[in-house]
């Protein structure tokens, strides 16, 4: 079965710290597709990444950072010199990589407040 | 590119009351998804649609809850009659081969 692990349920940091959200997820899956979305005080899920399971490769954009270590079966988010605009919901997720009919299965999130 | 549009943004009726939601995706996206938040979790899918055919409603609850996507385009998800445990924000995916998928705005449900 597919889940998903994010054991930090809050974080709070003052902001331009650096602040790591953990997430790690269990699969019988060789292929899969991991993703991480930020839910802001309005609702709406936001997409940030996608990575498929064959790319290692870690990934840079802006102040975020994604760490995907296949070995240890974890997908981590980094926010680099945070802000306060960064404080939402991030939820990890997990899904097929090659089924049009994919189901995401989502952690239960980590709520980020990032204080002035 | 237009998001995925869901109205209505919050809705506050009584339990019994019947209510419906409605869902235009992402264009050209033939894949839908309907998933119900509860305070404090991840969203958990309630059904999954592949053009206008039905491809996992396995965690819709079907004596109450419903959904349709005529045409393969729009969709609506209603509620009848509603408990007090549905209080919960339902939200509309879409996505264009089940890769990503795109979440609209959210509608935000009360049953009092």
């Known amino acids: 079965a597919q889940k998903v692990t994010q054991a930090q349920t809050e974080i709070s940091v003052v902001e331009k710290e650096d602040v790591t959200l953990d997430c790690v997820y269990e699969?019988?899956?060789?292929?899969?597709?991991l993703f991480w979305y930020k839910q802001p005080p309005s609702g709406e899920l936001v997409f940030l990444i996608r990575?498929?399971?064959?790319?290692?490769q870690n990934e840079i954009s802006g102040r975020y950072s994604w760490n995907f270590q296949k070995s240890t079966s974890s997908f981590n988010f980094t926010i680099t010199a945070s802000q306060v605009v960064d404080s939402a919901v991030y939820f990890c997720a997990l899904s097929d990589l090659y089924s049009s009919a994919s189901k995401i299965i989502f952690g239960s999130g980590t709520r980020l407040s990032i204080r002035p | 590119e237009a998001g995925v549009a869901q109205s209505p943004r919050y809705k506050i009726i009584e339990k019994r009351q019947s209510v419906a939601f409605w869902c235009n995706p992402i264009?050209?996206?033939?894949?839908l998804y309907w998933y119900q938040q509860i305070l404090g979790q991840g969203p958990k899918l309630l059904i999954q649609?592949?053009?206008?055919?039905?491809?996992?409603d396995s965690q819709l609850p079907k004596d109450r809850f419903s959904a349709e996507r005529l045409k393969g385009v729009d969709s609506t998800l209603k509620i009848q009659p509603a408990k007090l445990e549905d209080s919960a924000v339902y939200l509309c995916?879409?996505?264009?081969?089940?890769?990503?998928?795109?979440f609209g705005p959210g509608t935000r449900l009360l049953v009092l």
């Open positions: 990575r498929n399971s064959f790319d290692e």
């Open positions: 264009s050209g996206h033939a894949t």
């Open positions: 995916a879409s996505s264009f081969r089940g890769e990503t998928q795109y």
């Open positions: 649609f592949q053009n206008n055919g039905v491809v996992d």
């Open positions: 699969t019988r899956d060789t292929t899969y597709y």
